[in-house]
């Protein structure tokens, strides 16, 4: 966001602090922090994770958008970009990391496989996306989705923060945040929450 | 194939004569025998491709390996066959180290258990998993039919979701009478129990336990989502295990519900990187089966494109090991510099940077737009031979790469070939040997190039290498665009589905990584009955724990980068 943006909340500013006072509101400055250093977690799965290599390199370089600073560790992390397929036995590892993430968080779905399995879905081994597991700010089509695609999708990240109201935030309601329960390996992928429907159908075979 | 005698095993070695296939039949009790003979007396030093395939209707399952000699030649075949509910078949694991990770992977993915295999674990999928995913009579959650497409999406394209049929709404299955209360997760205790726990004692009687330690699958360095489980005494590694499987895709179960076509663009996610190597190992093996020729043409733009494919991997390959060293990006964005140019290429030839999905069987998607042979021309003949040497100036007499690679993380020529090691890692060890020249495929054999090959097996030689590689493929290159004549891309019409007949075949090339094979069986049917991929990023592996022990585990990051691995390949 251009400064301009910034310092126009619709109040006037008295002609003598001109250029020396800004008025804003709360929403606009801290969204324009937030969305100016997005830093994502150095996370990468399977093919998209080399689009998203060439995309942070010389010639598409996201660092114009304020996101360079790939972090190997999710606690200093912002922003999951799930680049490839999710596989079950990846799936609990990805769920630890996403809720290491400190809040505030995004994750973004890079690609066909992790927005919903892409070629791969019939496979045994596969996730039907990573919505499956994780809420999803953005979804990337593509298989690998260009640089140009991936910066689209940043862009529309962006745009999303540039819409947040801290008031609804969910990391500024009362209460701890709860973590997202951790799928288990078992004779196939376990999600928590269905274990009562599994021990139902059990019962019944 | 040439006949050798193997008389004197008398009624354990046959001729395997089913129409379509080759090589010998070997009983499983005399197997253990045939192949040390094999590899003492015969020369097949190499055991390259070990796998099985499960023959449902003759209640049997067949594994099938293929050795080669070092000093180049076409590679003997020899099958065991067993009994589909005693799956027991002797490890040869002390014969060819490098079966190592492959019958495990046969284990997992078939259940054939290899007797006398001392580490005899699921590798790519995790203990407690249900089944045996390839054999025939298994079927995943999202089954619908043996074979591809599907009448749900055909004739009228009416198609449901998937998940919308599974009573849980995901791709999961759970037995019958599973109690996931009751579920204790096996956890990871067969890994640590395999790393074989030390304890030592000094003079004064003190007792020291060693550290497991965890690297990944959630770390900047080990190239995706692979994980390393090592015992550490005060920093040196004691033993080391790769663990894998989290990018397991299931590509073979895939594959042998589509057809064969619908095959190649996922040939192209297997090793990411480069895909039109990956088409062209396949692309060979299917036209063995069909026994079809390839145009001139077609031929010589196969091998441009390859050896571009090789380009832009070695160098991926150096900018991301000099990471790994922690010249954290600088190497690496000069080295993508150059890579977004061969994908530039691609693109234009192709449609599509990464996955490029361009060889048809009998010739090519399309042929060279206009122009593209021109932006060919001037990257071979002029950019990249200047900016090889650039790197090589940059980087290879730099002391710090020095010291952390000379002499670090050392493979003998014995053990190269041992652990079945391919490629730049075979022949850093001073193995000359590379498929284009020992058992030349597509029309490598008229081009003037040399095998690169050091000598020393460190982490240097694997990383210098690959320059040598690169410079060896300019070479190809530029004969290749100078050569290239005028004419058809295609022999016939081409055709969405085929008729493949029965029978056996095995594709190989030399991909940048190393061989990569392609073991095909065909029944007649427009889907290859089994489909195998010999990954080499996965069998370089074998070595990885050998090559690593005694070393810092810092340097253990330098060894994976120079292996270069991609996960896509490595999983499958």
């Known amino acids: ?205 | 194939m040439t006949t050798l005698d193997f008389s004197r095993f008398g009624t354990s070695v046959a001729v395997d004569e089913r129409e379509g296939y080759e090589g010998y039949l070997v009983s499983a009790d005399k197997l253990v025998e045939f192949a040390t003979a094999l590899r003492d007396e015969y020369g097949y030093d190499y055991l390259s491709s070990v796998t099985g395939v499960d023959y449902i209707a003759e209640e049997k399952f067949e594994v099938v390996y293929h050795a080669y000699k070092t000093i180049g030649g076409a590679e003997l075949v020899f099958k065991v066959q067993v009994a589909r509910d005693k799956a027991e078949v002797p490890s040869l694991i002390d014969i060819y180290p490098g079966a190592d990770f492959q019958e495990r992977e046969a284990w997992d993915l078939l259940g054939i258990k290899f007797t006398g295999h001392p580490d005899l674990r699921r590798i790519l999928l995790w203990e407690g998993f249900e089944g045996h995913p390839l054999r025939k009579d298994w079927q995943e959650a999202y089954y619908e039919e043996d074979i591809k497409p599907f009448k749900s999406r055909w004739p009228k394209a009416e198609y449901t979701r998937a998940e919308a049929q599974n009573p849980y709404g995901a791709n999961v299955k759970y037995p019958d009478q599973f109690d996931p209360e009751k579920w204790v997760p096996e956890g990871e205790d067969a890994l640590y129990g395999s790393l074989a726990k030390y304890e030592t004692t000094d003079e004064s009687g003190l007792k020291t336990d060693h550290l497991t330690v965890n690297l990944g699958p959630q770390h900047p360095s080990t190239h995706g989502v692979f994980r390393i489980a090592a015992t550490l005494d005060g920093e040196t590694i004691m033993n080391l295990k790769p663990v894998m499987g989290y990018l397991h895709r299931n590509h073979e179960k895939i594959g042998e519900r589509n057809t064969y076509l619908q095959n190649m663009p996922f040939t192209d996610r297997l090793d990411y990187l480069s895909s039109l190597s990956n088409n062209f190992g396949y692309a060979l093996a299917v036209e063995k089966l069909l026994n079809i020729e390839v145009p001139e043409r077609a031929e010589y733009i196969r091998v441009i494109m390859a050896e571009l494919t090789r380009i832009q991997n070695h160098l991926f390959a150096i900018g991301m090991f000099l990471n790994d060293l922690g010249a954290f990006f600088t190497p690496s964005l000069y080295a993508i510099e150059e890579r977004e140019l061969v994908l530039d290429i691609f693109e234009m030839v192709t449609g599509s940077r990464m996955m490029c999905n361009y060889f048809r069987f009998g010739g090519l998607a399309r042929d060279l737009p206009a122009g593209s042979l021109q932006k060919i021309k001037d990257l071979v003949f002029d950019r990249l031979p200047r900016k090889t040497d650039e790197m090589d100036r940059f980087l290879s007499e730099n002391e710090i790469l020095r010291s952390r690679t000379v002499g670090q993380g050392y493979l003998s020529t014995e053990d190269a070939i041992k652990y079945a090691s391919a490629g730049p890692v075979l022949r850093a060890s001073g193995v000359p040997y590379d498929i284009r020249r020992a058992a030349p495929y597509s029309i490598y054999d008229r081009f003037d190039f040399n095998v690169a090959v050091r000598y020393n097996g460190d982490i240097y030689d694997r990383y210098i290498i690959r320059l040598d590689e690169i410079r060896e493929s300019i070479k190809i290159l530029q004969q290749a665009v100078e050569q290239i004549p005028e004419g058809e891309i295609q022999t016939g019409k081409p055709r969405y589905q085929m008729k493949v007949p029965a029978g056996e075949a095995y594709g190989r090339v030399e991909g940048p990584k190393g061989e990569l094979g392609f073991y095909l069986v065909s029944d007649g049917k427009g889907n290859p009955y089994r489909y195998h991929v010999r990954a080499p990023s996965f069998i370089n592996l074998t070595a990885f724990g050998p090559m690593c022990k005694g070393l810092k585990i810092a340097d253990v990051v330098a060894v994976l980068g120079s292996i270069d691995i991609v996960l896509g390949e490595t999983d499958r």
């Not at chain 1, 390199?57 to 680049?83: H, I, K, N, T, W």
């Not at chain 1, 496989?113 to 919505?131: I, L, Q, R």
């Not at chain 1, 298989?143 to 745009?159: D, M, R, S, W, Y």
């Open chain 1, 1 to 205: 966001m251009e400064t301009k943006g910034l310092n126009s909340p619709g109040y006037e500013i008295p002609d003598d602090v001109k250029g020396a006072v800004a008025i804003t509101t709360i929403d606009r400055i801290y969204n324009w922090g937030r969305r100016s250093s997005v830093w994502p977690l150095m996370f990468g799965l399977a093919c998209c994770a080399i689009e998203m290599i060439a995309t942070a390199a010389g010639r598409y370089d996201f660092s114009r958008f304020g996101m360079e600073v790939m972090r190997p560790s999710p606690r200093q992390a912002d922003l999951m970009l799930v680049s490839g397929t999710v596989t079950k036995k990846m799936a609990p590892t990805i769920v630890r990391l996403y809720n290491q993430m400190p809040e505030p968080k995004y994750v973004v779905a890079m690609g066909a496989c992790a927005s919903g399995g892409g070629p791969f879905k019939e496979g045994y081994n596969v996730v039907s996306g990573v919505d499956k597991l994780i809420p999803v700010d953005v979804y990337i089509p593509g298989c690998p989705p260009t640089p140009q695609a991936l910066i689209n999708g940043l862009i529309k990240l962006q745009e999303k923060i540039d819409g947040q109201h801290w008031k609804d935030t969910r990391w500024y309601r009362e209460g701890d945040l709860a973590a997202i329960p951790i799928p288990m390996l078992g004779p196939d992928l376990i999600y928590q929450e269905q274990i009562p429907a599994i021990k139902e159908a059990s019962k019944e075979a």
